[in-house]
C-alpha cells in the first residue's frame, strides 16, 4: 500500500480510530485528539469506512478522472510505433506536429526514452566454455603516420616542422591483425603490411604458436567474409593446422562480436590512446598496451579479472595447465 507522505495515519492508526468511535463509544473530539489529526479527518476515514468498508479506509489517487489535455492513448500508441522505428523523439514530433517536449515526456512515461537495441532483433549472446574451442580474427586498417600530428604542431599544416620531409614509404595504411579467444578473452595481434591471404596465414600460424605456447589447442577459427579468408589457400592452411574455419553471415559483423568490441577497444587503449610521432613508434608500443590487456586489464565480461587469470582458471577446472 502506497501512503501520501503527508498523511497523519497509517492504515493501522484509521482501523484503531474507526474502532475506538464505532467499538468503543468514543467520539470524534476524543478519538481526534488521541490520533492527533483533525475532527474533519477523523470523520472522513469514519464516513469511508462505512460507505466501503475496509477498502475505503486505503489512499485514493489525486489524479483527476478526467484531463481533457493528455495526449489520447491511440496518439500514444502511434508515438510508441514510431519509436519502435528507431525515429528519434525530435523526427516523431516532427511527423506528427508534436511538441518535442510533449513527444520526450511520452516516451520517458512508456519506457522507451532510450534507443539502445529498441526494434532490433535480441542480442544473441555466447560464450565458448573451453580456452581454444574458438578463435575470432579480424582485420582493421590503421592510416601510417607520416609526420607529427596536429595535436603536437598545434595546426592542420606541416610548414614550421623542423626537420620534416615527406616520404612516400610512410604514406599509406597499416593492417592490424587480430585475434583472441572467445573463452578467455586472450588476445594475439600484429600490425602487418597488408591484408593478402598470405599474410593472413602467417598471421593465423603465428597467432596458433601463441595459444600453443600457452597450453591452448586451437579448434574452430571465425572470420568475416574478407577476399583473403575466401581463398583456397586459406582453407588449405586451415586444414594443415586441423582447423575448422567458420565464416560470418555477410553484413553481419555482430557475429564476430567479441573481435569488433577488442578493436574499438584497443583503438582507444593503444592506437588512439597516445600521441606518436611516426608509425615505428606506435607499432613499438603494441607489445606493452597488449601485455597490460591480458594480464592485467580487469575485463567486464570477465567478472572483471584479465584474461590471464581466466585461462588459468578454465585450465585448472579442465586438467591441462602446468
Keep these: 500500500m502506497k501512503?501520501?507522505?503527508?498523511?497523519?495515519l497509517s492504515l493501522k492508526g484509521r482501523r484503531l480510530l474507526v474502532d475506538r468511535v464505532l467499538n468503543d463509544g468514543w467520539s470524534l473530539a476524543e478519538v481526534s485528539e488521541a490520533t492527533g489529526v483533525s475532527e474533519r479527518t477523523a470523520c472522513k476515514w469514519l464516513a469511508r469506512f462505512r460507505a466501503e468498508g475496509e477498502h475505503g479506509l486505503l489512499d485514493r489517487s489525486s489524479a483527476p478522472k478526467c484531463c481533457p489535455s493528455r495526449t489520447p492513448d491511440e496518439r500514444v500508441e502511434l508515438i510508441a510505433a514510431l519509436r519502435r522505428l528507431r525515429m528519434t523523439g525530435a523526427e516523431i514530433a516532427e511527423c506528427l506536429d508534436m511538441a518535442l517536449t510533449t513527444v520526450s515526456g511520452i516516451l520517458t512515461r512508456i519506457g522507451m526514452g532510450k534507443l539502445g537495441r529498441l526494434g532490433l532483433e535480441p542480442a544473441v549472446r555466447y560464450e565458448r566454455s573451453r580456452p581454444g574451442e574458438l578463435i575470432h580474427i579480424d582485420v582493421k586498417k590503421l592510416g601510417r603516420i607520416a609526420r607529427p600530428g596536429w595535436r603536437v604542431t598545434g595546426g592542420r599544416s606541416s610548414r614550421g616542422v623542423p626537420g620534416y620531409q615527406r616520404k612516400e614509404n610512410q604514406l599509406g595504411w597499416e593492417f592490424v591483425h587480430v585475434c583472441i579467444d572467445d573463452a578467455t578473452r586472450l588476445a594475439y595481434v600484429e600490425v602487418l603490411d597488408d591484408e593478402r591471404a598470405i599474410t593472413a596465414i602467417g598471421f593465423l600460424r603465428r597467432a596458433v604458436a601463441f595459444y600453443l605456447a600457452h597450453g591452448v589447442t586451437v579448434e574452430r577459427l571465425l572470420t568475416d567474409n574478407g577476399n583473403a579468408y575466401r581463398s583456397g589457400i586459406h582453407a588449405i592452411a586451415c586444414r594443415a593446422l586441423n582447423i575448422k574455419h567458420l565464416r560470418t553471415r555477410p553484413y553481419r559483423p555482430q557475429t564476430n562480436g567479441k573481435a569488433e568490441r577488442f578493436i574499438r577497444t584497443m583503438l582507444a587503449g593503444w592506437a588512439y590512446g597516445a600521441i606518436y610521432r611516426n608509425s615505428s613508434e606506435r607499432t613499438a608500443a603494441l607489445s606493452g598496451w597488449l601485455e597490460l590487456y591480458n594480464w592485467r586489464r580487469p575485463h567486464g565480461a570477465?567478472?572483471?579479472?584479465?584474461?590471464?587469470?581466466?585461462?588459468?582458471?578454465l585450465n585448472n577446472v579442465l586438467g591441462f595447465y602446468s
Design 3 to 8: 501512503l501520501h507522505r503527508n498523511a497523519g
Design 302 to 313: 570477465l567478472n572483471h579479472k584479465p584474461p590471464g587469470t581466466r585461462l588459468k582458471e
